[in-house]
């Protein structure tokens, strides 16, 4: 796959260790992606050994990016980690170089399921801020519903968090389920729960007859959920996964 360079356009923190990194293609081509899948970006170790980090993209448009429109992804920072320096140290206007996009973490064309089940933990949410828009037309479309359960420590670490309670306020078909293991907010929404995603999936009451699954995040939580919707009879090929592991 060929590599190509991007330049950072701006970058914010959404949590005290996940910053949000936004750059632009800068070699005037666009970038043919399907919402779920991810970059690679390739870098040096400091003995000039090559090595590369994976990264979904979380931007938010409908399936390509054209010449000009922006890349985004979200990066977990590892204490020591060489990949974190890389992009701790990354002022605007500076470049990397990436390659992609790959994997099948997506929606499918051919699903013709009623509910979506989107269970993620950290930035194992990140496809699924990709995947708003698409999900906005497939209800209203096919009238789907959609569960979003996703998992954080704390609120400070509930990425996006405004933006998928946002998008359910306005599509009444989309529950945004955060639950927090150490600590809830201030003022908790009613939707809030407290513990682990795995949890609540009883509470959703999964349907092998109309529910497809995605689970992205923790290796442990995909694993547990995995065998806990097997259980409740959904084939394994509605249940899609993807493990994210912080490397250094």
């Given amino acids: 796959?060929?590599?190509f360079p991007l330049k950072l356009v701006s970058r914010r923190m959404l949590a005290p260790t996940v910053?949000?990194?936004v750059f632009l293609r800068d070699d005037g081509e666009p970038l043919d992606y399907i919402p779920g899948q991810f970059?690679?970006?390739h870098f040096q170790y400091a003995d000039g050994t090559s090595t590369k980090r994976s990264y979904s993209l979380a931007t938010i448009h409908d399936h390509a990016l054209g010449a000009g429109e922006t890349v985004e992804i979200a990066v977990s920072y590892v204490p020591g980690g060489a990949a974190t320096a890389l992009f701790e140290g990354l002022n605007e206007g500076d470049p990397i170089l990436a390659s992609g996009p790959f994997g099948r973490f997506c929606l499918m064309p051919a699903d013709a399921n009623r509910r979506y089940l989107l269970i993620g933990t950290g930035t194992g949410v990140t496809p699924y801020r990709a995947m708003l828009p698409q999900l906005e037309t497939l209800i209203r479309e096919r009238g789907i519903?959609?569960?979003?359960?996703?998992g954080a420590r704390t609120p400070d670490e509930l990425l996006y968090g405004d933006e998928f309670r946002a998008f359910a306020e306005r599509e009444p078909n989309f529950r945004f389920i955060p639950c927090f293991s150490r600590e809830l907010p201030a003022d908790p929404h009613p939707d809030v729960r407290q513990g682990y995603v795995q949890q609540f999936l009883a509470e959703f009451s999964p349907n092998p007859d109309g529910d497809i699954a995605y689970l992205c995040g923790n290796p442990n939580m995909v694993d547990?959920?995995?065998e806990a919707l097997k259980e409740y009879g959904l084939p394994v090929p509605h249940i899609r996964r993807e493990k994210y592991v912080s490397s250094k």
């Fill in 145 to 150: 519903e959609v569960v979003l359960l996703f």
């Fill in 1 to 3: 796959m060929k590599q």
């Fill in 224 to 226: 547990s959920c995995f």
């Fill in 39 to 41: 970059i690679q970006v």
């Fill in 19 to 21: 910053g949000h990194y």
